[in-house]
T-cell receptor, first 116, second 111 residues
């Protein structure tokens, strides 16, 4: 069974540009989560999508946005890139919360975004 | 606001030693707690998930316990091996279903 996949593996952008990161969840999972892991800051929760809806977001500015498609894959968009957006962006998926509290998260390999 | 702390920040042990990693959290109203390992520059590998109603979970040489009332979890690794060298993260899922991670414990097992 395929795990969570993310693309691209690496992304290099310049300040002010937009970045689009993609994530495909494990088959059968309806929840997708995005996290940012910046150097020295640890893993920070960004966004949570479930059944196509945004359920919660972390303490990030509105230029971080995303969506979830009908096939449950997801896209994270970062507008007006700043140098401090350079980080490893991790996507995770799980069964939906409607199925109870058993919602173990499984992570993809991440997209390394570098902003120059 | 939930805060998750992991102690120690780093640990170096000889191969074969049993060890304990600690995770504490400030708000006991949690849904579950999950332990992960992360190899340098890579994604996270799920090790164990403990639901709020459970006290412990075991997988192979790993055993994780949860004491919600005291806001603590421990990850016990038996007979450590060099392949166990990684950063170990605990993550707590609580209010709003947000997941809050600790900063991790960097483990180095010497052959």
């Amino acid at each position: 069974e395929a795990g969570v996949t993310q693309s691209p593996t690496h992304l290099i952008k310049t300040r002010g540009q937009q970045a689009t990161l993609r994530c495909s969840p494990i088959s059968g999972h309806t929840s997708v989560y995005w996290y940012q892991q910046a150097l020295g800051l640890g893993l920070q929760f960004l966004l949570w999508y479930d059944e196509g809806e945004e359920r919660n977001r972390g303490n990030f500015p509105p230029r971080f946005s995303g969506r979830q498609f009908p096939n449950y894959s997801s896209e994270l968009n970062v507008n007006a890139l700043e140098l401090e957006d350079s980080a490893l962006y991790l996507c995770a998926s799980s069964l939906g919360t409607g199925l109870g509290t058993y919602n173990e998260q499984f992570f993809g390999p991440g997209t390394r975004l570098t902003v120059l | 606001k939930q805060e998750v702390t992991q102690i120690p920040a780093a640990l170096s042990v000889p191969e074969g030693e049993n060890l304990v990693l600690n995770c504490s959290f400030t708000d006991s109203a949690i849904y579950n707690l999950q332990w992960f390992r992360q190899d340098p520059g890579k994604g996270l590998t799920s090790l164990l998930l403990i639901q709020s109603s459970q006290r412990e979970q075991t997988s192979g040489r790993l055993n994780a316990s949860l004491d919600k009332s005291s806001g603590r979890s421990t990850l016990y690794i038996a007979a450590s091996q060099p392949g166990d060298s990684a950063t170990y993260l605990c993550a707590v899922r609580g209010g709003g279903f947000k997941t809050i991670f600790g900063a991790g414990t960097r483990l180095f097992v010497k052959a």
